[in-house]
């Protein structure tokens, strides 16, 4: 069974960083994309950043230039930079990942890590 676990959120102040990390696991598995969502409460889940399986990028116009997605494919792991942070960017994020094992595709996500910006 696949398996998503996020690791890093914590409380900052107004302007600081975190780096969020997101490991997949659960035998043989082959990761394509990967993407951080967050929510909060009372509200929908919102796509942050995405990356594809050859390293393509996209983010939401609310983090552009300040939050960086990478990956570390021998790691089966995807990463949240997160710079310059704002109170409105307290939420829990979550990790999504998409790929295949030798039982076929799978879409999951992780529990949520919180992140909280004091001002």
């Known amino acids: 069974q696949v398996q998503v676990v996020e690791s890093g959120g914590g409380l900052v102040q107004n302007g600081g960083s975190l780096t969020l990390s997101c490991v997949v696991s659960g035998g043989d598995t082959t990761l394509n994309n990967g993407g951080w969502y967050r929510q909060v409460p009372g509200n929908q889940r919102d796509s942050v950043a995405l990356?594809?399986?050859?390293?393509?990028?996209s983010y939401a116009d609310s983090v552009k230039g300040r939050f960086t997605i990478s990956r570390d494919n021998a790691k089966n792991s995807v990463y949240l930079r997160m710079d310059n942070l704002k109170p409105e960017d307290t939420a829990v994020y979550y990790c999504?990942?998409?790929?295949?094992?030798?039982?076929?595709?799978?879409?999951?996500w992780g529990q949520g890590t919180q992140v909280t910006v004091s001002s």
């Open positions: 990356i594809t399986s050859i390293g393509t990028t």
């Open positions: 999504n990942a998409r790929g295949f094992t030798p039982r076929g595709p799978f879409n999951t």
